[in-house]
């Protein structure tokens, strides 16, 4: 008898500007590692995003929400473009289709991975002397919580914002922390201002309780200032950094400027259940967007980040992300990597496949 195959189901929503150009390449390699690693995988795409206010007049339509709730994950193509400013916040594509989606799903968790590869260190700001030293870092931020949620208030004279966290949301962020490291180098540094803030100290006694069901995984505490700072002195010293929603919002830009390159950066937003958000941290590009030589490799480390954090499949996410590094040292690199390449979008894509086929 042979065992009954996985079937995962994927909402696609490749969205404006490059967005269905990467999401293309994306595609091609699921199905690539489907076969190889004998799981099921249903694509089905659906309008988001300006294509959807052309469509329909709505940046999340119904039926586009309607399939996110029936699949397993959201892959994510990139939203919004000259043609649709202007409109009113919630209807416009950006706005109008990922805030909605965050609040529906609840996904409080986003993750950032930033790397140096060393094959093109020479993208980072800090090169040479930080950037030879390399960086893989994870950046897991808090993303439904804290200051920008709080209550808020003005008058002519002044104005305040509120921060609060309860121990239930400072827990099952940093329980996510805590997993990723465990798959990945074993260290969680935790990013805090317990010298001044009430939250803080209450995220580092949580975050202090949950490291004790994760023996393996040293814990450090860094204050916010120091850790913007370090990780321009010296990147490699970190491997999964713990952010509430403000400081992973600032470390998570830094990170993504230190590895210079956005066309090579994924993430997720994830929930308590294993639903996930998966999206190029680079916008729809409009400035490229129809010439083919958009880079597809964030989009395919998004899809990546899917299988690994939704599905589960470790083994295919690592393919993936081995044959992208193969790319990258034989240069099959877009010209956002080499202003002198000759690949485009299609030709980046078809490496990746063949790698993966081999
Ligand atoms: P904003 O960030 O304000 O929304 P934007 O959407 O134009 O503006 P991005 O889409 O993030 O910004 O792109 C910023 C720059 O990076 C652009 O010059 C864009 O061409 C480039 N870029 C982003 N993603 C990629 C990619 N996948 N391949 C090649 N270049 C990219
Ligand atoms: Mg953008």
């Not at 997720?268 to 639903?275: K, Q």
């Not at 202003?339 to 030709?347: I, L």
Request: hydrophobic content about 40%; overall charge negative; charged content about 20%.
């Amino acid at each position: 008898r042979t065992a009954v195959k996985k079937q995962y189901k994927v909402a696609v929503l490749a969205g404006d500007g490059i967005g269905p150009e990467v999401m293309a390449e994306a595609e091609k390699v699921l199905q690539v590692v489907a076969d190889k690693f004998q799981f099921g995988l249903t694509l089905t795409p659906a309008l988001v995003g300006g294509a959807a206010i052309d469509a329909s007049g709505e940046p999340l339509p119904a039926a586009t929400l309607a399939l996110c709730q029936q699949s397993d994950a959201i892959l994510f193509g990139s939203v919004g473009g000259p043609k649709w400013t202007g409109l009113a916040p919630d209807k416009q594509p950006e706005r109008g289709s990922l805030l909605p989606l965050r609040k529906t799903f609840d996904l409080f968790c986003n993750l950032r991975p930033g790397q140096i590869y060393p094959a093109f260190a020479e993208l980072s700001p800090l090169h040479p002397r930080v950037s030879s030293q390399g960086m893989d870092v994870l950046c897991v931020r808090e993303l439904t919580g804290g200051i920008y949620f709080g209550e808020k208030g003005r008058t002519d004279t002044d104005a305040f914002d509120t921060q609060r966290y309860s121990v239930a949301e400072i827990e099952r962020i940093a329980r996510v922390a805590f997993d990723a490291a465990s798959k990945r180098s074993n260290k969680v540094t935790s990013i805090d201002k317990a010298n001044v803030l009430q939250t803080s100290i209450l995220w580092r006694e949580t975050v202090e309780r949950v490291a004790k069901d994760y023996p393996g995984v040293t814990l450090e505490h860094m204050y916010i200032d120091n850790a913007a700072m370090q990780l321009i002195r010296s990147p490699q010293q970190f491997d999964v950094l713990l952010c509430d929603n403000l400081f992973g919002d600032i470390l998570s830009d830094e990170i993504a400027a230190i590895a210079g390159s956005l066309g090579l950066l994924p993430s997720a937003s994830l929930n308590g259940n294993g639903f996930g958000l998966y999206e190029p941290a680079g916008g729809s590009a409009p400035d490229i967007a129809g010439k083919g030589i958009a880079n597809p490799i964030a989009q395919i480390l998004s899809a990546a980040l899917m299988l690994r954090y939704s599905f589960g499949e470790e083994d295919a996410a690592r393919a993936i992300e081995q044959a992208v590094q193969q790319c990258l040292a034989q240069h099959i690199v877009t010209r956002d990597i080499n202003p002198n390449s000759t690949y485009g979008t299609a030709a980046v894509g078809a490496a990746i496949v063949a790698t993966l086929r081999q």
